[in-house]
């Protein structure tokens, strides 16, 4: 299951960034409804990300005594995984407070305070979710060692 876990929360990662586009097209179409199902569905998988990762976490430590997945690769790729990995771990620590804001501001129908912290909290959501994918793929794929 170990293995498994980085797989799922990079899933997890990418279905959250679809789900974000989708609910930022839809508002820009002044779709409401739309907007607020995509954008909670983007947090509940948020949520159910936030799980995963600290499962696989837990479990990584119980069976290798670390928490984290050493990086392979060298040279200039070291400095852009841990430029990539510290951005996000960074701004990953402001979404859940920046997005419950956000959410409550929404369904408040707060709509000019939602807007003023929407333009911040998306591209920061977004970007924490797309670079979780490549973190990912930098980590387990295009510089794993077999």
Known sequence: MTELLPAVNATLNA???????????????KQIEKHRRMMLS????SIIFLACY???KWMLFQTTGSYNTTFQG???WRTVYFTILI????????VPVLAIITIRRGLAMRLDPHRRIAKITLPIWLYVSV????????????????
């Open 87 to 94: 951005t996000h771990v960074t701004l990953a620590a402001t």
């Open 15 to 29: 279905t959250s960034t679809v789900l974000l586009l989708l609910g930022y097209s839809y508002i820009r179409s």
């Open 131 to 146: 670079t979780g994918v490549v973190v990912y793929f930098m980590l387990y794929h295009w510089f794993a060692t077999p």
């Open 74 to 76: 060298q040279g200039i």
């Open 54 to 56: 600290l499962l696989h």
């Open 42 to 45: 983007a947090f509940v998988i």
